[in-house]
């Protein structure tokens, strides 16, 4: 019985491998978006950039790409996406919010006020990153979370 089963495995890894078709049963029919044209790392992506388009995958293969518009527009690449071929989960980056040696504001606030004020970012940052900030006017460094709006939260300093 048990070489019934390694023989049936071993059949099936040498269809596999010579490019024999997968069972319909492990197929599926999926939308993705993909780009419109050749994107090459660093270039953010705009809408106008992605159509949608079907591909026939084995299961398996369906979680490596992204589903939706939404998790792309916005987004940078990290390496060079090829037209019309869907887009792997790994392949992009949130955009820097706060770009290294800009001017911040930086803002703390506890039990009810708040106090901002001017920093230098000593390194650049994507919402929700924690970076080394210069206070221009105490020349001190101190370490905050970059927020949406572009202010640095150094709530815990």
């Not at 319909?24 to 939308?31: E, K, P, T």
């Not at 996406?81 to 820097?96: C, H, K, Y």
């Amino acid at each position: 019985m048990r070489s019934r089963s390694l023989s049936a495995a071993a059949l099936t890894f040498v269809a596999v491998m010579s490019g024999a078709r997968v069972a319909s049963a492990d197929v599926v029919h999926v939308l993705y978006p993909v780009p419109t044209v050749t994107i090459y790392a660093g270039d953010a992506i705009l809408s106008d950039m992605l159509i949608d388009k079907r591909f026939r995958l084995s299961r398996r293969a369906v979680g490596s790409y992204l589903r939706g518009s939404h998790d792309i527009v916005g987004k940078v690449a990290r390496r060079t996406l090829v037209a019309g071929r869907p887009i792997p989960r790994n392949a992009l980056q949130t955009s820097e919010v706060i770009p290294e040696g800009s001017r911040v504001t930086l803002v703390f606030g506890a039990s009810g006020f708040t106090i901002k004020g001017v920093g230098k970012a000593i390194e650049g940052g994507s919402v929700g990153d924690t970076i080394s900030v210069q206070n221009i006017d105490s020349g001190q460094l101190v370490r905050g979370v970059v927020q949406k709006d572009g202010t640095v939260d150094v709530r815990g300093q």
